[in-house]
């Protein structure tokens, strides 16, 4: 079983930035497409970014200026960089992966494994 964890959440005043980290078992870094989802109070999940094994990345049209997707491979990890913040942005955000060797955030049926998810609230 694949497992997966965020951290970085945390709460900040609108126009501010956060980073979340998701920490990647190594022997699936690879192989695996990755993407990140948020699902905030009382409405559904939706893909925010994804990023195939190959680097290539794509981004949620409304977040695409604001949002980046990113692989360390020296440290197994996934990030996702958050800036000029919006309180629309408040939610539980998920890194998830994929053994596809393409994937994309518009399909979260895509992916097999998930994170727990780590809380971004944003105030006014």
């Known amino acids: 079983q694949v497992r997966l964890k965020e951290s970085g959440g945390g709460s900040v005043r609108a126009g501010g930035s956060l980073t979340l980290p998701c920490d990647v078992p190594s022997t699936i870094y690879g192989d695996y497409c990755m993407a990140w989802f948020r699902q905030s109070p009382g409405q559904g999940r939706e893909g925010v970014a994804s990023i195939q094994r190959d680097g290539e990345t794509s981004v949620m049209g409304i977040v695409e200026h604001r949002f980046t997707i990113s692989r360390d491979f020296a440290k197994d990890t996934l990030f996702l960089e958050m800036t000029s913040l919006t309180p629309d942005d408040t939610g539980m955000y998920f890194c998830?992966?994929?053994?596809?060797?393409?994937?994309?955030?518009?399909?979260?049926?895509?992916?097999?494994?998930w994170g727990p998810g780590t809380q971004v609230t944003v105030s006014a």
């Open positions: 998830a992966a994929a053994r596809r060797y393409y994937c994309t955030w518009a399909n979260d049926g895509d992916y097999t494994a």
